[in-house]
């Protein structure tokens, strides 16, 4: 557009119209005036485009280094939201280190083709200043012939010319003078500020250092979020094998209780076969029928005892396994509850850094924060109601251990009426001496049965608490699976809405990138057609200037206007020269053709991810059908 602008065309002069013989007159002088004034209102136009283009390409290259610091801000806030992400999943991580990988490449590229413009633009003001002080020179040199053409006509013509003229052509000269040395001025102005932006294009290099570093930093943190993962696996992983270890304990410790307790009722039993043999031997006796009768039912009360004691242990023994089961579960469910609840926090994390996020994220969020809330109270109602199973499993080992003692405080006095017994079968000959031990033995026996029936009331009456105690358990243990049941719904529910959230955010991203882009298409569209209409209007004001000019010069003349306009118009079309391609316009042509060649190929990568994004709309549209059919489908079956 600058290389459009109209350059005047001096005569070519083989020399001075003093030197043809001829004398200037005042109104040739004047002519040439007006001629120098209107080839320095081109000159002006000139210069005011090299200055428009020069205030373009300054605020373009501030654009792109605000564009660049705003693109380095987001490659921070990426980086951030990467050191944020390491902790919800690798899955979010890898994204991360996608999104930021695509917009650093984008960066690069970017700050690649805002060099390579800035470059072009600085060879087109190179070429255009270079031109600009080829047309000063020539301005110069004719000051210079016009100031000795009217040196020579103040000595040729110095009586014939008025002193008003002459004074008039001197102010004319001092003007076109302070005109020059305002050209001057403004072309060495020019050149400053053509070096101030090539050191400015020069001075952008250590941009790649910079990014070389912050990929060492990057690397670093990786390998530093790499080694944390392994810690914190390994601290799992020590946790658990922990916990394992003290469950093994404790399943030893019960096996063995197991081996004790039906060692004691092997004896036990062994003890009660030799009663039986001793009530058989006894039956024998006519005179101890009574006795014998009375120590069958007080050895079937015992062995009814003992039984009961057995099952008694059995049943505690099996609720002991159930709640070590249920107390395994609870400690896994409270590790995954802790697990989540370091999840949600990072996700309000995320969610407090992403605040440009719709009102409906807000809303999710407060909702995930309410199911947090609950989550935390039941995980501190059920840590509760594991300490109240401990202090009920205690009770229960307590009444173990006492009925164990019973077991052994039975099986002594079983011993001690065997070894009675043995005695009276090995002395069958003194019945006599065998029937007063025998008396005396049922007398104990008849005190040891009046203790044992106290005891078995005092057990009886243990047994329905413990029972009572049992079906309150299983009640709370119930409640406890339903609760647990409930939190890992709402532990999936949460899983879902993160991958929905995490894919809505994904998506938000994408869009914000494709509306950027097209935004900056959108502007440099609308800036090129600004400017091009900007000089459109100046050129016509340019011709309009000229042919005002053209017409009064005509009028001082003396010609009529039409006639002037027709003169004047043959005149110009045999002073311009015909239009010649030139090196410099082809060169331009092939700049414009790279320049829209790079800026289909930037825009391709945009216009595929618009077209992403329309699939993934229409993919959500037909899913969301597929589920409005679904819930109808569900609601006429309910119905």
């Known amino acids: 557009m600058i290389d459009s602008t109209p350059i005047p065309q001096l005569p070519d002069r083989a020399g001075g119209i003093l030197e043809q013989g001829n004398v200037l007159s005042l109104r040739d002088q004047e002519a040439k005036l007006d001629q120098i004034q209107k080839d320095n209102f ?10 428009e283009a020069l205030r373009k390409s300054g605020n ?52 690649m083709e805002a060099q390579q413009g800035l470059e072009d633009e600085i060879l087109v003001l190179e070429t255009n ?18 100031e000795t053409e009217s040196q020579a006509a103040r000595r040729f013509k110095e009586n014939g010319t008025p002193v008003r003229e002459r004074n008039e052509l001197r102010h004319k000269l001092v003007a076109v003078e302070s005109e020059r040395d305002a050209q001057k ?87 009660l076969d030799r009663r039986d043999r001793l009530a058989a031997v006894q039956a024998k006796s006519s005179t101890r029928k009574e006795s014998s009768s009375l120590v069958q ?28 089961d249920k107390e395994r579960k609870l400690r896994a469910q409270s590790k995954t509850l802790s697990d989540a609840q370091a ?59 006492e009925l164990r003692a019973r077991l052994r405080k039975v099986q002594t006095t079983a011993s001690s009426t065997a070894a009675a017994d043995d005695t009276l079968r090995f002395e069958r000959q003194d019945l006599l001496a065998q029937l007063d031990d025998a008396d005396l033995e049922l007398q104990a026996l008849q005190a040891q049965l009046g203790e044992r029936e106290a005891r078995l009331s005092a057990s009886l009456a243990r047994e329905a608490e413990l029972r009572g105690k049992i079906k309150t358990q299983r009640n709370s243990i119930n409640n406890d699976a339903k609760s647990t049941e409930e939190l ?11 991958k929905r959230h ?63 306009a027709l003169i004047s118009s043959g005149q110009q079309q045999q002073q311009l020269p015909k239009s010649r391609p030139t090196l410099r316009s082809v060169g331009t042509a092939v700049i414009a053709c790279l320049r829209l060649r790079r800026w289909q190929e930037s825009w391709a990568g945009h216009q595929k991810l618009h077209d992403s994004l329309v699939k993934k709309l229409e993919g959500m549209k037909r899913r969301g059908g597929r589920q409005e059919k679904e819930r109808a489908s569900n609601a006429k079956e309910a119905h």
Request: glycine content about 4%; charged content about 35%; overall charge negative.
């Open 488 to 498: 890992a719904r709402q532990q999936q529910h949460i899983q879902a809405l993160e």
């Open 42 to 51: 081109s000159l002006k136009l000139k210069i005011y485009y090299l200055e």
């Open 129 to 146: 200043l270079e031109d600009l002080q080829a047309a000063n020179g020539v301005l110069h040199s004719r000051v210079r012939e016009l």
């Open 185 to 271: 001025s403004q072309i060495e102005r020019l050149e400053t500020e053509l070096n101030e932006a090539v050191a400015a294009k020069t001075s952008g290099t250590p941009i790649r250092e910079r990014n070389d570093l912050r990929q060492k930093l990057r690397e670093s943190e990786r390998k530093l979020a790499s080694l944390q993962d392994k810690v914190e696996t390994l601290q799992s992983e020590l946790e658990y094998l922990q916990q394992e270890k003290t469950i093994a304990a404790e399943r030893s410790d019960l096996h063995e209780l197991l081996k004790k307790s039906k060692i004691e009722a092997e004896q036990l039993q062994i003890e």
């Open 502 to 564: 995490e894919g809505e955010l994904r998506g938000l991203v994408r869009q914000i990138q494709y509306l950027r882009a097209r935004c900056a298409r959108e502007e440099g569209f609308r800036a090129d057609l600004s400017f091009v209409k900007k000089w459109f209007m100046l050129q016509v004001e340019m011709y309009s200037a000229c042919n005002q000019a053209d017409l009064r010069l005509l009028s001082d003349m003396g010609i009529p206007t039409p006639a002037a």
């Open 297 to 324: 039912e007080q050895l079937d009360v015992a062995l009814a005892d003992v039984e009961d004691l057995q099952s008694q242990v059995l049943d505690l023994e099996a609720r002991l396994r159930e709640s070590l």
């Open 60 to 111: 373009e290259f501030h654009q792109n280094t605000l564009k660049e610091n705003q693109r380095q801000r987001d490659v921070k806030q990426l980086e951030q939201e990467l050191n944020l992400a390491r902790l919800s999943g690798q899955g979010d991580a890898e994204s991360a280190r996608q999104q930021l990988a695509t917009l650093q490449a984008s960066l690069e590229q970017k700050h």
């Open 343 to 401: 999840r949600l926090t990072d996700l309000e994390n995320q969610v407090q850094d992403r605040t440009g996020s719709a009102t409906g994220h807000a809303r999710r969020e407060a909702e995930l924060r309410g199911q947090l809330r609950i989550a935390s109270a039941d995980l501190e109602r059920l840590q509760l109601d594991i300490t109240e199973k401990d202090g009920l499993l205690e009770a229960a080992m307590r009444k173990e251990t």
